[in-house]
């Protein structure tokens, strides 16, 4: 059995912490909504429920992750601190951009922007899937929306 120690450990913990602090802010997202009717709450609880989903897959990657796979995931500090860099700086252009050229062509660019970094090296391979996943991903953010939870998006230059 491979022990956790060092960096990895401390990961899987934040991990942990992380699950049970989402699965928390999901149930007390429930508990506020049930006065509600169910046409007002939909929004909030389709929101809790993938934040609980989120919730229990770090608890799945903090307690249930095989021990075979902890030797080959280990991170340096570098490379968490880089990505999470990264990601912060993405979310901020995404932000800023989602007002001026709509939120599902800023969607569309920020979710090519985080497949091309995180799915090295970047290729023509690359480049189409992150398309493709950046397609659906607007997709399914379209249906949810617009459609299922009849929400206005920011339209921005490209309405």
């Known amino acids: 059995m491979t022990r956790r120690s060092g960096l990895f450990f401390v ?3 934040r991990d942990f912490l992380e699950g049970l602090g989402f699965l928390l802010f999901s149930g007390i997202i429930f508990l506020f909504t049930s006065p509600l ?12 429920a993938i934040i609980a989903f989120v919730g229990c897959v ?3 990657n903090a307690i249930g992750m095989p021990a075979g796979l902890m030797t080959k995931q280990k991170a340096s500090s570098d490379t968490v601190l880089s990505r999470g860099l990264v990601a912060t700086i993405t979310l901020l252009c995404f932000w800023g951009l989602h007002q001026t050229l709509g939120f599902y062509a800023s969607s569309f660019l920020f979710a090519i922007a ?18 493709i996943f950046s397609l659906i991903l607007n997709l399914l ?13 920011p339209d921005g230059l490209l309405a």
């Open 58 to 60: 770090l608890l799945y």
């Open 141 to 153: 953010l379209y249906v949810l929306f617009y459609r299922a939870l009849r929400l206005m998006t």
């Open 37 to 48: 009717t169910w046409d007002a709450a939909l929004f909030p609880r389709t929101m809790a």
């Open 11 to 13: 990961i899987l913990r």
């Open 114 to 131: 985080f497949f091309l970094f995180f799915d090295r090296p970047v290729q023509i391979k690359t480049v189409i899937k992150a398309v």
